[in-house]
């Protein structure tokens, strides 16, 4: 199970987010300051951090110093919405994400799977089939020839690498674009966006043999 | 009159006086009596001039600083004429000036006031339709037997709905930061082509939903804050977005020359209409064929952004149909 310290002092936010996130399949343990934070650490382990920038005890950023400068665990900031100034210094300290409030908690899940594929062991290129995904360039190839995969089609693609080995229902599927898509993905939308992304990657759309449909529930992508 | 010899200037100036005019007469006397007498009465009437002329002086500076002393009780309606010259003349009129500014000042705090006011009326006045429908949804929401499919259509609808309330929130604010001159616009140096994708990225997907299609032709670089532009432009862009239909073009081209830097952001859309097109950078104006899910800030916002940075933006109708934005940041000061 995956741990998550979640360093938050509102009490609401704590609350509904553990919820949310143990409901996700994650272990949360909560502090509301800097010192808890760092003491916590010392005694457990954590495999990702999600620190609040505007804290009231210590501060969201000398406290992902002292994270970054002891221990090499992902960090990803919940920051005040639009702030450039906190983005930029936040990722000058080493933070792996941010993402700023008001989220959707969907949205967060993925950035959360995203920072742990990215400093877990597959790292940044992912292999499905013929088909390496540069997720740090943002590309996708077969055989060594560019895709040219649009841009809604490279997101659903990076869902699915997100949530290997995991069934997608397609209410999953458009939570989780809607993000980039705002109102504008309706399930149409989704059917006709993964026939074109099977079109260009697998070697016979009519039988895929990577984004393979689970017949009454969803989709799925094989580790 | 007395009063003044409480003064150690005055004092000082007459015990100098009386001590020297007594030695001239002292002197005067030895030689002649009579140049003695008219010592002593020249001297007398000199120190009354010299008293007589600093008492003047004195009441018209007592007079000054008792008219400052109302003024800084509030009473406004001091005012200092320049009547009088030399030197205390040319202090009155100081004086006079730093009033001037005080009251200017006191009319912009009150200014300031006021525009706060009408800010957090705006800003609460725009969400309460959203929040409106936010309550009938949770209402609709509430109700104990509907299906999984209407279920995930309202709260589909409710995170759309908090989104927008989202983007208002942050719009006005930046348009307050802007208003109230606390921002500062970085200087930093980019080229025109990585701006624009930059300031396009987060529409790419809409835009292919859309069915649109986005054509950039950009050359030159781009001194100014990229954070802030791109939030320009993009707010352009989708306006643009919003306003053309399925199947159209969306075109972006920037040059750069030794006068200004232009980018000119087209589409081949319905265009704007005659009465709109005076009020399309108003604040809350939303045009006729604009989206009931608009606010009319997008645009708002980047004018504000555009101009703080020596930028001007225009917009024409095109032939046949569409719009054209014109934006130029002028190198020099113009």
Redesign the interface.
């Known amino acids: 199970m995956t741990k998550i310290l979640l360093v938050e002092d509102d009490k609401a936010i704590v609350a509904n987010l553990t919820e949310f996130l143990n409901s996700e399949g994650y272990t949360v343990r909560s502090v509301s300051g800097q010192t808890a934070a760092m003491n916590l650490l010392i005694k457990e382990k954590a495999d990702l951090i999600l620190l609040d920038v505007s804290l009231a005890e210590g501060n969201g950023f000398a406290t992902c110093k002292a994270i970054k400068a002891e221990y090499d665990i992902p960090v990803i900031f919940l920051t005040a919405s639009d702030d450039e100034f906190s983005t930029v210094t936040g990722f000058d300290l080493g933070a792996d994400d941010y993402i700023s409030k008001p989220f959707r908690p969907r949205e967060l899940v993925s950035r959360i799977k995203n920072v742990l594929r990215l400093t877990g062991n597959t790292g940044k290129a992912v292999r499905l089939g013929d088909v390496i995904v540069d997720t740090e360039k943002g590309t996708a190839t077969k055989n060594n020839k560019d895709l040219f995969l649009s841009a809604l089609e490279y997101r659903l693609l990076l869902v699915f690498i997100n949530n290997r080995g995991m069934v997608l229902t397609r209410h999953q599927l458009l939570d989780a674009i809607w993000d980039v898509a705002g109102e504008y993905v309706n399930d149409n939308t989704l059917t006709v966006y993964i026939k074109r992304l099977r079109e260009k990657i697998e070697d016979d759309p009519a039988n895929p043999q990577i984004i393979l449909t689970v017949r009454g529930i969803g989709y799925k992508v094989e580790i | 009159m007395i009063k003044l010899l409480k003064n150690k200037e005055v004092r000082k100036a007459l015990i100098w006086q009386i001590f020297f005019s007594m030695i001239a007469c002292a002197i005067c006397f030895f030689i002649d009596i009579r140049a003695g007498q008219i010592t002593l009465v020249l001297s007398l009437i000199l120190i009354l001039i010299y008293y007589i002329s600093t008492y003047r002086r004195y009441r018209k500076i007592a007079a000054l600083a008792g008219n400052i002393n109302k003024l800084l009780h509030g009473d406004n309606s001091i005012f200092f004429e320049n009547y009088s010259e030399g030197e205390l003349g040319i202090l009155h009129s100081e004086i006079y000036k730093m009033t001037v500014r005080l009251r200017e000042q006191q009319q912009k705090l009150l200014n300031d006031k006021v525009y706060l006011a009408n800010s957090i009326a705006d800003i609460s006045h725009q969400i309460r339709t959203p929040l409106t429908s936010i309550n009938l949804l949770v209402q609709l929401l509430s109700e104990l037997d509907i299906s999984n499919e209407r279920r ?1 259509q309202l709260v ?1 609808e409710l ?2 709905l ?2 927008r309330i ?1 983007w208002l ?2 719009t006005l ?2 348009i307050s930061k802007l208003d109230t001159g606390t921002v500062q616009f970085k200087e930093e140096n980019i080229s025109l082509e990585t701006l624009i994708n930059k300031s396009c990225s ?1 529409l ?3 835009i ?3 069915g649109q299609e986005l054509v950039i032709n950009a050359a030159g670089d781009f001194v100014g804050d990229i ?1 802030w532009t791109c939030e320009a432009i993009g707010n352009i862009v989708k306006n643009c977005m919003e306003h053309t239909p399925e199947g159209g073009k969306i075109e972006i081209e920037a040059v750069e020359n030794a006068l200004y830097t232009e980018i000119v952001i087209k589409d081949n859309g319905t265009g704007i209409s005659k009465e709109d097109m005076p009020h399309i950078f108003e604040r809350f104006y939303k045009g006729k064929n604009s989206s009931e ?1 608009s606010f009319g800030i997008g645009l708002a916002l980047s004018r504000m952004i555009i101009t703080s940075q020596n930028g001007t933006v225009k917009v024409e109708n095109r032939t046949p149909s569409g719009t054209m934005f014109i934006i130029r940041f002028y190198k020099g000061t113009v």
């Open positions: 995930y589909h995170y759309g908090l989104s989202d929130i942050s604010l930046k987060t790419l997907v809409p292919e939903l859309h954070a899910t």
